[in-house]
T-cell receptor, first 119, second 111 residues
Framework: GAVVSQHPSWVICKSGTSVKIECRSL??????MFWYRQFPKQSLMLMAT?????????EQGVEKDKFLINHASLTLSTLTVTSAHPEDSSFYIC???????????????FGPGTRLTVT | RKEVEQDPGPFNVPEGATVAFNCTYS??????FFWYRQDCRKEPKLLMS???SGNEDGRFTAQLNRASQYISLLIRDSKLSDSATYLC????????????FGKGTTLSVSS
């Protein structure tokens, strides 16, 4: 199956610093990538949808100036958490979807996630 | 009302048991339905898609009732390795292709 990687897998940073998380589709071209966040014992919550070459669409309540998303190529999207605070500590997961083909079921492939801890 | 609702459990069952999970969704425009499995501190992995006619994959059977907006997952002959959180997921194509996740139902299978 399709493989999506994320880097780093975990990161600890100090409050006020910025952290960049990379999401790569390794064996397919991802027209669309999604960024989710999951707090302990909570469901995955969509933060934003990014399409290659265009601005990301953010979900209500997600600050676009705090969570900067760049999808500059068909295999790479980055999420930068700017001026991180302890409440941003969470599990960040990206997913990627191939260029749509007729009859496909919109399956998404998830990266392994990045665990961010802000101290 | 949450868009996708699941009984959080946990469901504690012995090996060999049959266990069923239920899920309801609120948006009648939902088009695609899935069950994902998530192990502790890992990303979700697709377990199976759910089709209107119902579908089976080995010990796993998924059913969909569009009229009731209800999805189920049945696991037969539970194995220790089935212990995980099972996520009910829907896709509303009119809203793009983002997936909407339920909170998950935790299953613990013991020997």
């Amino acid at each position: 199956g399709a493989v999506v990687s994320q880097h780093p897998s975990w990161v600890i940073c100090k409050s006020g610093t910025s952290v960049k998380i990379e999401c790569r589709s390794l064996d397919f071209q991802a027209t669309t990538m999604f960024w989710y966040r999951q707090f302990p014992k909570q469901s995955l919550m969509l933060m934003a949808t990014s399409n290659e070459g265009s601005k990301a669409t953010y979900e209500q309540g997600v600050e676009k100036d705090k969570f900067l998303i760049n999808h500059a190529s068909l295999t790479l999207s980055t999420l930068t958490v700017t001026s991180a605070h302890p409440e941003d500590s969470s599990f960040y997961i990206c997913s990627a979807r191939e260029t749509p083909k007729p009859g496909t079921s919109y399956e998404q492939y998830f990266g392994p996630g990045t665990r961010l801890t802000v101290t | 009302r949450k868009e996708v609702e699941q009984d959080p459990g946990p469901f504690n069952v012995p090996e060999g048991a049959t266990v069923a999970f239920n899920c309801t969704y609120s948006n009648s425009a939902s088009q695609s339905f899935f069950w994902y499995r998530q192990d502790c501190r890992k990303e979700p992995k697709l377990l199976m898609s759910v089709y209107s006619s119902g579908n089976e994959d080995g010990r796993f059977t998924a059913q969909l009732n569009r009229a009731s907006q209800y999805i189920s997952l049945l696991i037969r002959d539970s194995k220790l390795s089935d212990s995980a959180t099972y996520l009910c997921v829907v896709n509303i194509r009119q809203a793009g292709t983002a997936l909407i996740f339920g909170k998950g139902t935790t299953l613990s299978v013991s020997s």
